[in-house]
């Protein structure tokens, strides 16, 4: 009963761990350089992103976006980059949380995408001016927060495979060590007993005869 009930405690302490890692990320030192890619991409806002436009006028479309002819990928870059690559890196970083980091890996990873669509509008624009250095750096920062986010959530998946593995693994254990109790109890239970094989008489069969 000892037995049975320290392994269910251990048990419920591995589930604990378990369904902790499972919404938790561990980022490492991997926090500090996703932190200042948020940052550089924070100050690719206030860098011209082509012409005279500037990030933050790419994102609200005002009149020097306009002038300058900003297209539809390129305001859509700029709007994924600071809600997934900005918004959500933050705050995955400040909680921790698991499912916040897969979004901004997937906003960051779409945000990719469109950044090189982005940049080639501009370099296809024709007489309008080309990509700027704000752009640039913008789809650079968003490319190494999504190669960043993947690492951190897949060394997550790993190592909630492996506390899974070493939790099947004590089950196992703790189930062949119930086996063999069980096998030594029956053949405890099968073999007689000197004492059993004695007659009422205090003898047993072997003993002779008295006469």
């Given at each position: 009963?000892?037995?049975?009930?320290?392994?269910?405690?251990?048990?419920?302490?591995?589930?604990?761990?378990?369904?902790?890692?499972?919404?938790?990320?561990?980022?490492?030192?991997?926090?500090?350089?996703?932190?200042?890619?948020?940052?550089?991409?924070?100050?690719?806002?206030?860098?011209?992103?082509?012409?005279?436009?500037?990030?933050?006028?790419?994102?609200?479309?005002?009149?020097?976006?306009?002038?300058?002819?900003?297209?539809l990928p390129s305001r859509v870059f700029t709007w994924l980059a600071l809600v997934f690559?900005?918004?959500?890196?933050?705050?995955?970083?400040?909680?921790?949380?698991?499912?916040?980091?897969?979004?901004?890996?997937?906003?960051?990873?779409?945000?990719?995408?469109?950044?090189?669509?982005?940049?080639?509008?501009?370099?296809?624009?024709?007489?309008?001016?080309?990509?700027?250095?704000?752009?640039?750096?913008?789809?650079?920062?968003?490319?190494?927060?999504?190669?960043?986010?993947?690492?951190?959530?897949?060394?997550?998946?790993?190592?909630?495979?492996?506390?899974?593995?070493?939790r099947r693994r004590a089950a196992m254990q703790h189930q062949q060590h119930g086996l063999?109790?069980?096998?030594?109890?029956?053949?405890?239970?099968?073999?007689?007993?000197?004492?059993?094989?004695?007659?009422?008489?205090?003898?047993?069969?072997?003993?002779?005869?008295?006469?």
């Open positions: 009963m000892t037995n049975e009930g320290d392994f269910d405690q251990f048990r419920g302490d591995l589930d604990a761990v378990e369904r902790k890692m499972a919404h938790e990320i561990d980022p490492g030192a991997r926090a500090l350089v996703v932190a200042i890619l948020v940052f550089v991409l924070l100050l690719s806002f206030v860098l011209p992103h082509t012409g005279a436009s500037k990030g933050f006028d790419v994102l609200l479309g005002d009149a020097t976006a306009v002038s300058d002819g900003i297209s690559s900005v918004g959500f890196s933050t705050i995955a970083l400040l909680t921790r949380r698991w499912a916040l980091a897969w979004v901004a890996l997937a906003g960051s990873a779409v945000g990719s995408v469109l950044g090189m669509l982005a940049v080639w509008s501009r370099q296809t624009a024709g007489p309008q001016p080309g990509p700027g250095i704000g752009l640039i750096v913008a789809w650079l920062a968003v490319i190494l927060l999504t190669f960043h986010w993947a690492r951190v959530v897949w060394s997550r998946s790993a190592v909630q495979l492996a506390a899974e593995e070493e063999l109790d069980g096998i030594d109890k029956t053949d405890a239970a099968a073999t007689p007993d000197a004492t059993d094989t004695a007659e009422p008489n205090g003898k047993t069969p072997d003993d002779g005869d008295p006469r």
